[in-house]
């Protein structure tokens, strides 16, 4: 037993590592740490496959599916020239309601996708208004990760910590959604403060958004409205969750293949092929077998005690320092790792805390995490894309210019989070 811990040890501190430093593709090096601990035989390869989560993974294949089909309408870039046409081309009041639209957008799309639809835009509006876009980039990215933390699909460690426990979508709208939109309000503040004195343009340079025709954009006008039908049933479907007892992916996928039919039953290849991003689907298997081998292997069981004790086996102790912790190690790490590998282990921890129910704790490790993710260019999957879209745009961004904004943004959420969950869970 203590040769699989230390075996099931090393490949877990091998993979991250190399997922920190980005030496190897991310997913090849998690797939390859997932069958390693089959071949070092930490544990059999049929027990290696049933840690799979496959409610997250065909969750996360059907809001792909969804979302690959609804961008073939341009509603979103729609969306994005119709914010700028509406604040009238000035710069900051773009910057400040795209942060919005992209908050929202995330709340209901996966935040990776969200940043490849609206980067770009952003990166032609602030093109035509003749100023950088390294800020409208770097709030998008902010917007992305904060949007996403208000529901169970917006981000993925949200996915991971809903399917392990059975949280609905609602219970993630009625727990995290509040203090969500307190942290989006607070981060406006925020962004205003950092940037109003430094953006402005001639009034020619605002004609050039006033002119644009945003109704070109839409080019499936048929396809949208079938696309928000779908859309509205399968949030009706993740209202009543618990009352029809499906599960998020069954809900999802229906959803998906409906539509799917319902485009263009030609074009399903093509389709699949341009929406579904296998790799990091492939990532997150790799990810549940690492964590499999820590858990079969006795390791978690072992480290759980340790952690209580830590906190002194004072459960709003240890939920409020769960908001820090999972906040740094997120940002360093990245959330969903992260959030992988401490699911098994508060589920150990339960029975050593006097509480009904660990929810609190799951919802401090979904801000923590989700909102931790901010906190460096590494910290979410959304960062990473975003920041190659601009560097592929000739418009490199650092490691600490992105962080002169990040840091504070990721302070004051991961701040506020803390007096909610207090607030809300330990005062009363």
Same mark, same amino acid.
């Given at each position: 037993m203590m040769l699989e811990m230390?075996?099931?040890? &090393?490949?877990? @501190?091998?993979? =991250?590592?190399?997922?920190?430093?980005?030496?190897?593709? *991310?997913?090849?090096?998690v797939l390859l740490g997932g069958f390693l601990v089959v071949i070092f035989q930490v544990m059999p390869q049929h027990i290696a496959f049933s840690y799979i989560d496959w409610n997250v993974i065909f969750l996360l294949i059907g809001m792909m599916i969804i979302m690959g089909v609804v961008k073939e309408t341009g509603v979103f870039q729609y969306i994005a020239i119709k914010t700028a046409k509406i604040a009238k081309g000035s710069p900051i009041r773009i910057m400040l309601m795209m942060f919005c639209v992209t908050a929202a957008i995330s709340a209901i799309l996966d935040n990776v996708t969200t940043v490849i639809i609206l980067i770009p835009v952003n990166i032609l509006i602030a093109s035509e208004l003749g100023i950088t876009p390294v800020p409208f980039i770097i709030t998008q990215v902010l917007a992305s990760n904060i949007g996403g933390t208000a529901t169970l699909i917006g981000d993925p460690p949200n996915i991971l910590i809903g399917s392990a426990n059975g949280l609905s979508f609602i219970d993630f709208v009625y727990n995290l959604t509040p203090v969500i939109i307190i942290i989006t309000i607070v981060s406006l503040l925020i962004i =205003? @403060?950092? =940037?109003?004195?430094?953006?402005?343009?001639?009034? %020619? /340079? *605002? +004609? /050039?958004?006033?002119? =644009?025709?945003?109704?070109?954009?839409?080019?499936? *006008?048929? #396809?949208?409205?079938?696309? &928000?039908?779908v859309i509205f049933i399968l949030m009706v479907g993740f209202i009543v969750q618990d009352i029809i007892h499906f599960s998020s992916s069954t809900i999802a996928m229906?959803?998906?293949?409906? #539509?799917?039919?319902?485009?263009? /039953?030609?074009?399903?290849? %093509?389709?699949?092929? *341009?929406?579904?991003?296998? &790799?990091? @689907?492939?990532?997150?298997?790799?990810?549940?077998?690492?964590?499999?081998?820590?858990?079969?292997?006795?390791?978690?069981?072992? +480290?759980?005690?340790?952690?209580?004790?830590?906190?002194?086996?004072?459960?709003?102790?240890?939920?409020?320092?769960? &908001?820090?912790?999972?906040?740094?190690?997120?940002?360093?790490?990245?959330?969903?790792?992260?959030?992988?590998?401490?699911?098994?282990?508060?589920?150990?921890?339960?029975?050593?805390?006097?509480?009904?129910?660990?929810?609190?704790?799951?919802?401090?490790?979904?801000?923590?995490?989700? #909102?931790?993710?901010?906190?460096?260019?590494?910290?979410? +999957?959304a960062n990473i894309v975003s920041i190659g879209i601009a560097k592929r745009n000739g418009i490199p961004i650092s490691f600490w210019k992105y962080m002169r904004l990040s840091f504070v943004v990721t302070f004051v959420s991961l701040l506020i989070s803390t007096l909610y969950i207090y607030l809300r869970y330990f005062l009363f």
């Amino acid at each position: 037993m203590m040769l699989e811990m230390v075996i099931a040890l &090393v490949i877990f @501190l091998l993979t =991250y590592f190399f997922i920190i430093t980005e030496w190897i593709n *991310k997913m090849t090096i998690v797939l390859l740490g997932g069958f390693l601990v089959v071949i070092f035989q930490v544990m059999p390869q049929h027990i290696a496959f049933s840690y799979i989560d496959w409610n997250v993974i065909f969750l996360l294949i059907g809001m792909m599916i969804i979302m690959g089909v609804v961008k073939e309408t341009g509603v979103f870039q729609y969306i994005a020239i119709k914010t700028a046409k509406i604040a009238k081309g000035s710069p900051i009041r773009i910057m400040l309601m795209m942060f919005c639209v992209t908050a929202a957008i995330s709340a209901i799309l996966d935040n990776v996708t969200t940043v490849i639809i609206l980067i770009p835009v952003n990166i032609l509006i602030a093109s035509e208004l003749g100023i950088t876009p390294v800020p409208f980039i770097i709030t998008q990215v902010l917007a992305s990760n904060i949007g996403g933390t208000a529901t169970l699909i917006g981000d993925p460690p949200n996915i991971l910590i809903g399917s392990a426990n059975g949280l609905s979508f609602i219970d993630f709208v009625y727990n995290l959604t509040p203090v969500i939109i307190i942290i989006t309000i607070v981060s406006l503040l925020i962004i =205003y @403060l950092t =940037y109003h004195k430094h953006m402005h343009v001639s009034n %020619q /340079r *605002k +004609a /050039r958004i006033m002119e =644009y025709n945003d109704k070109l954009l839409i080019t499936n *006008k048929a #396809l949208l409205w079938k696309s &928000v039908i779908v859309i509205f049933i399968l949030m009706v479907g993740f209202i009543v969750q618990d009352i029809i007892h499906f599960s998020s992916s069954t809900i999802a996928m229906t959803s998906a293949l409906v #539509l799917l039919i319902m485009s263009n /039953r030609k074009e399903v290849e %093509q389709i699949i092929t *341009k929406s579904i991003d296998w &790799v990091s @689907l492939f990532f997150f298997m790799g990810l549940f077998m690492i964590v499999g081998g820590l858990n079969e292997s006795g390791l978690i069981k072992i +480290a759980a005690p340790f952690l209580v004790k830590l906190t002194n086996s004072n459960f709003k102790v240890a939920s409020i320092a769960m &908001v820090w912790v999972s906040g740094l190690m997120s940002s360093i790490m990245g959330s969903v790792p992260f959030v992988a590998t401490m699911i098994p282990m508060i589920k150990s921890m339960a029975a050593s805390f006097n509480t009904i129910t660990m929810n609190p704790m799951w919802w401090a490790l979904a801000l923590g995490s989700c #909102l931790g993710g901010n906190g460096t260019i590494i910290g979410a +999957a959304a960062n990473i894309v975003s920041i190659g879209i601009a560097k592929r745009n000739g418009i490199p961004i650092s490691f600490w210019k992105y962080m002169r904004l990040s840091f504070v943004v990721t302070f004051v959420s991961l701040l506020i989070s803390t007096l909610y969950i207090y607030l809300r869970y330990f005062l009363f």
